[in-house]
């Protein structure tokens, strides 16, 4: 459906009219799940663009203010919830505006962002409903599919390599951990190069910390990788789940947007050799 900015501010105004007075800016590029807008200085709005996002706005209103004081970087601060109106027809959020540019490859930011992972696995809030059993057993059929749909442009020997050792690997047997879901590049804010925030948390959810290794495939380096590696205290199961996971994402990717968006094509190009280099 068509997303402008007159359905925003028809949607700011009837639902939250204490701002309709505020400017509304859209914010481009959006990301792949949500349109996004600046409203005033302090705020921003963002509507799911698909039905896998419809429940981010109410998943991160409940959770994200809990998680908040165990975590050593800033996250969204949600300040409310919109309801389906206007013939928009799903939950959207108005969170405070977080301001910021492009992490840096370093190995400061390797450290900091193991300590992130380190400190949200260990958040003391629990939430039963937030476990999943999902494996990525689930994903195999789409994956393979993937690797023979780019055979032309990568190492699909190599590819199915990688994606086998994960499948291998021995399963996550230990209590359920917090995960972010979709811990990678596009997901930080940072100041200079340094990290100072982590975005996005609309996977987020307790079971196999593996889920969060795409950082070091999207971020990171070989330079770099083994620094955080070494500070998270990765075994090798979960390593090798973790390239797993950071392949069929960035597969997936690659080939759902990599042909019409230049920008998403040299991320998940990358994200994918990253993972072959190990």
């Known amino acids: 459906m068509r997303i402008d900015t007159a359905l925003v501010r028809r949607l700011v105004n009837g639902q939250f009219p204490q701002w309709a007075?505020?400017?509304?800016?859209?914010?481009?590029?959006?990301?792949?799940?949500?349109?996004?807008?600046?409203?005033?200085?302090?705020?921003?709005?963002r509507l799911p663009r698909h039905e896998g996002a419809v429940n981010q706005a109410r998943l991160e209103f409940e959770w994200l203010p809990r998680l908040a004081p165990h975590l050593p970087l800033a996250i969204p601060v949600p300040v409310a919830v919109g309801e389906p109106a206007e013939g928009y027809p799903w939950h959207w959020a108005v969170s405070r505006w977080?301001?910021?540019?492009?992490?840096?490859?370093?190995?400061?930011?390797?450290?900091?962002?193991?300590?992130?992972?380190?400190?949200?696995?260990?958040?003391?809030?629990?939430?039963?409903?937030?476990?999943?059993?999902?494996r990525?057993?689930?994903?195999?059929?789409?994956?393979?599919?993937a690797i023979a749909?780019?055979?032309?442009?990568?190492?699909?020997?190599?590819?199915?390599?990688?994606?086998?050792?994960?499948?291998d690997a021995p399963a996550w047997?230990?209590?359920?951990?917090?995960?972010?879901?979709?811990?990678?590049?596009?997901?930080?804010?940072g100041d200079g190069g340094?990290?100072?925030?982590?975005?996005?948390f609309g996977g987020l959810g307790r079971g196999d910390p593996a889920r969060d290794l795409m950082m070091p495939f999207t971020l990171m380096s070989e330079r770099t990788r083994p620094v955080f590696r070494e500070r998270l205290g990765v075994d090798d199961a979960t390593w090798a789940r973790g390239r797993g996971w950071a392949l069929a994402a960035g597969l997936n990717a690659y080939c759902s947007y990599?042909?019409?968006?230049?920008?998403?094509?040299?991320?998940?190009?990358?994200?994918?050799?990253?993972?072959?280099?190990?």
């Open 21 to 45: 007075g505020l400017p509304l800016t859209p914010v481009d590029p959006g990301g792949s799940d949500h349109v996004i807008h600046r409203l005033g200085e302090e705020l921003s709005v």
């Open 173 to 189: 047997d230990r209590p359920p951990v917090w995960f972010h879901g979709d811990f990678h590049q596009g997901n930080l804010l």
């Open 258 to 278: 990599a042909g019409t968006v230049p920008r998403v094509a040299a991320a998940t190009t990358r994200q994918i050799t990253e993972v072959l280099a190990g």
């Open 98 to 134: 977080l301001p910021g540019g492009p992490a840096d490859d370093s190995v400061g930011n390797a450290v900091v962002l193991a300590d992130f992972l380190t400190a949200l696995q260990t958040a003391p809030v629990t939430g039963s409903a937030l476990v999943t059993g999902e």
């Open 136 to 145: 990525l057993a689930a994903r195999d059929d789409d994956t393979r599919a």
């Open 194 to 200: 340094r990290v100072t925030t982590v975005i996005d």
């Open 149 to 167: 749909q780019v055979a032309g442009k990568f190492d699909a020997g190599a590819l199915t390599a990688v994606w086998e050792a994960a499948l």
